[in-house]
């Protein structure tokens, strides 16, 4: 205990109660001790209030009764390890709010349905892109395996007994013969411009005496022709057995005259 508190007035049982009584006695207001020591005025009504859990932690209490004291000339070191235990005293925790067994099963209940609806809408179009089709595409044969095709090409059994017809395939057959052409004419004459033509049979008839024009074609065959006069030669194209004649040899003066054996050969032939 104490010996004197501030003025040799014997001091009290509690610290804050021998803070109070010698503030009072030094005619001090709280407001004064606050200015002076730089001290919340609810710290200093704790202080002298004994409620020192309410100032801060331990460390903040003893400097705080420490600074009173001094201000004050109150010994306060007896009441520091008092000071000590009543900080030091942990808080104890009391729960406010119950939660009622439903509602805890319907919240649990609503987090599980919204995992459930996000992981469906997650996995159902990775799920639908990769399955694999199913059943056959709309026009493929199907057969079945249990029926095996004999060699002579009879109609299988399928399950049940009941035949099941199988068309017989046309075998392919490879051949390195070129394709047939269509056969050539024997003598063409092509007109890239307007010309006179006279053309006669070997027998010397005539088969056509005529001015042809640009765009049209002759065709002759084998032993039809016998002697030809083009009035311009420049504007016809001859082929003899799809091959292209030249003119140059039966041409005078613009006009070609040739004649055509029954062997085909091609001569030229004079007025």
Request: aromatic share 6%; charged share 20%.
């Amino acid at each position: 205990m104490m010996d004197t508190v501030g003025g040799g007035v014997a001091p009290p049982q509690g610290c804050g109660e021998a803070l109070r009584l010698a503030r009072e006695q030094a005619g001090l207001s709280l407001q004064e001790v606050s200015q002076r020591l730089k001290m919340p005025l609810k710290v200093l009504h704790a202080l002298e209030g004994g409620q020192w859990d309410q100032s801060g932690g331990a460390v903040f209490v003893r400097g705080q009764l420490r600074s009173y004291g001094r201000l004050l000339k109150v010994d306060v070191e007896p009441f520091l390890q008092q000071a000590e235990a009543v900080v030091s005293k942990p808080v104890e925790l009391v729960s406010h709010s119950h939660t009622p067994h439903f509602q805890y099963f319907f919240e649990s209940f609503k987090r599980r349905a919204v995992y459930v609806v996000l992981t469906l809408v997650i996995a159902t179009p990775v799920w639908m892109a990769l399955r694999p089709s199913s059943g056959p595409a709309p026009d493929a044969a199907t057969a079945s395996l249990d029926v095996v095709p004999s060699a002579s090409g009879s109609p299988g059994v399928a399950e049940g007994n009941t035949p099941v017809a199988r068309p017989q395939a046309t075998p392919y057959v490879a051949s390195l013969a070129p394709l047939p052409r269509a056969a050539a004419s024997w003598l063409t004459l092509t007109f890239k411009g307007d010309s006179w033509v006279e053309v006669n049979d070997p027998a010397g008839r005539k088969v056509e005496h005529a001015l042809i024009r640009a765009g049209e074609e002759r065709t002759y065959a084998r032993g039809e022709v016998g002697r030809i006069k083009l009035g311009d030669a420049t504007a016809v194209e001859v082929q003899h057995v799809g091959s292209t004649v030249n003119l140059a040899p039966y041409q005078r003066a613009n006009v070609a005259r040739f004649t055509v054996s029954s062997e085909g050969s091609l001569a030229p032939v004079g007025d």
